[in-house]
């Protein structure tokens, strides 16, 4: 979900659609993108430190 989220905002940058040419719509695409991408990355932080905290209990040294 992450990638695709980049994906789609690197490629509103490619065509043009960014917000600096002003577009109301563009802009809300590019808060809702990044908004997105900030949830999905924060997922993922949070799955690796349940991951690292569960490894730790499993090590035997």
Do not use: H
Request: hydrophobic residues 50%; positive net charge; proline residues 0%.
């Amino acid at each position: 979900m992450w990638s695709t989220l980049f994906i789609a905002r690197i490629s509103l940058y490619f065509l043009g659609l960014n917000f600096n040419q002003g577009y109301v719509t563009n802009l809300l695409i590019d808060y809702v993108i990044n908004l997105l991408l900030s949830v999905n990355t924060g997922l993922l932080i949070a799955a690796s430190r349940i991951t690292l905290q569960k490894a730790k209990k499993l090590e035997t040294f």
